[in-house]
Structure formats: structure tokens, C-alpha cells
């Protein structure tokens, strides 16, 4: 069982398609997190949230959007992604610098 | 020289075998350090903190060693369900909520 919890658990979207990610915890965490992983490999860092602002970017391309709506909320707002978009991925939360990461379920996407 | 680098792995071992992994990182002023294990198709779950003293966890023990840059995992008795990727996680940031740097991931299936 997770304390994050990410919707929808799979999403299949077209290239010209716009679609949301979403992610909620409701452990009092202060810091946020997208991820994206392939097969076979490493979750790979997209964005962090800390205290509600974007404290890291990691040069990901526009067509990715995040948002921070609340302590609790994250979303991934997603327009005019490629095949190679398709990936799991994963929202994580933290609550210190010495404490581990708490990953929810991930959604996995396929761009078509 | 990557950040965080693991065993390349896979591991097959026989149920009830001993087995150890190795983790090694670049920044020396890392803060944290910590053990995930990933199912196929699922997120990261924490397997354990590795502190500086050493712990363990029933059959699970890990062990820092701060002046090598180097962390470990042992598993003793190994059950069919221990067949997993562990991803080696280093927190290499000084501030809140950010940086933490997986390996690549090492392999394990334990074969009845």
C-alpha cells in the first residue's frame, strides 16, 4: 500500500492529445517529485517541488508541464508528446534532506 | 565516472543462498543513502536507510563505508520473493529535498 497515490494508473494518448497526470500525498511531505523511467532502467529526475516551487528543472522539454496546485497536489500536464514519451511515471514525496523518497504506483503512458 | 554505480549484475542464486551487493558514489559529501527494491512493472519500495553504524533487518543488513564511498547490501537465506532490481539511492544534496541519484540497479532472481 502507498501513501502516494498517483491517477490514472495507465493512459494512452495520441501525439495532438492533452492530458493531466495527477499525484496527492497526504504525509505532511514538503518536497515533490516527477520521475520518468524506462524499461530497464533507473527512475530518471524530471522536477522537484519544495515548498510549492519548482526548486529543479531538469531540462525537460516544454511539452511536459508541471504544477503544484497545494502541498499535497502535483500535476504533470502533458501536450504534444512523441512515442518516445512513452515511460512509467512516478510521483515521489519527501519530507527531509536525510529522509527517503515515498514513490507512488506510477502511471504508465503510451503515446501513440 | 557516473554518480552512483552498482554491480552490473543479474545475480541468479539457489534459494537459500547468501548474497551481496555493492554500491559506490562520487560526491563525498553526500548526506543519505538507501536501499529500494523495484518489482517488474512497479515503483521503488524502500528497502531500508543505511546508517553509518551499520543496520540490519531481519535477513537484510547494510553497511556504509564513508572514507571508500561505497555501501552494501547482504541478503541472507534468499527466498523466491527477493527476486528483484535494487537500486542503490544516494542523497547528494545539502539542502531540502533534492538530488537524490539512483545506480543503474542490480538484478536478483532466486531460483527454486
Known amino acids: 500500500d502507498t501513501e502516494v497515490t498517483q491517477t490514472p494508473k495507465h493512459l494512452v494518448m495520441g501525439m495532438t492529445n492533452k492530458k493531466s497526470l495527477k499525484c496527492e500525498q497526504h504525509m505532511g511531505h514538503r518536497a515533490m517529485y516527477w520521475y520518468k523511467q524506462k524499461a530497464k532502467k533507473p527512475p530518471e529526475l524530471m522536477f522537484v517541488y519544495s515548498y510549492e516551487k519548482l526548486s529543479i528543472n531538469e531540462s525537460v522539454p516544454s511539452r511536459f508541464s508541471p504544477e503544484c496546485p497545494n502541498s499535497s497536489l502535483l500535476n504533470l500536464h502533458l501536450h504534444a508528446l512523441q512515442p518516445e514519451d512513452s515511460a512509467l511515471y512516478l510521483c515521489?514525496?519527501?519530507?527531509?534532506?536525510?529522509?527517503?523518497?515515498?514513490f507512488g504506483n506510477g502511471t504508465r503512458l503510451t503515446v501513440t | 565516472r557516473k554518480e552512483v554505480e552498482q554491480d552490473p549484475g543479474p545475480f541468479n542464486v539457489p534459494e537459500g543462498a547468501t548474497v551481496a551487493f555493492n554500491c559506490t558514489y562520487s560526491?563525498?559529501?553526500?548526506?543519505?543513502f538507501f536501499w529500494y527494491r523495484q518489482d517488474c512493472r512497479k515503483e521503488p519500495k524502500l528497502l531500508m536507510s543505511v546508517y553509518s553504524s551499520g543496520n540490519e533487518d531481519g535477513r537484510f543488513t547494510a553497511q556504509l563505508n564513508r572514507a571508500s564511498q561505497y555501501i552494501s547490501l547482504l541478503i541472507r537465506d534468499s527466498k523466491l520473493s527477493d527476486s528483484a532490481t535494487y537500486l542503490c539511492v544516494v542523497n547528494m544534496g545539502n539542502y531540502y529535498g533534492q538530488n537524490f541519484v539512483f545506480g543503474p540497479g542490480t538484478r536478483l532472481s532466486v531460483l527454486p
Open positions: 560526491n563525498s559529501a553526500s548526506q543519505s
Open positions: 515521489a514525496s519527501s519530507q527531509e534532506s536525510n529522509s527517503p523518497l515515498h
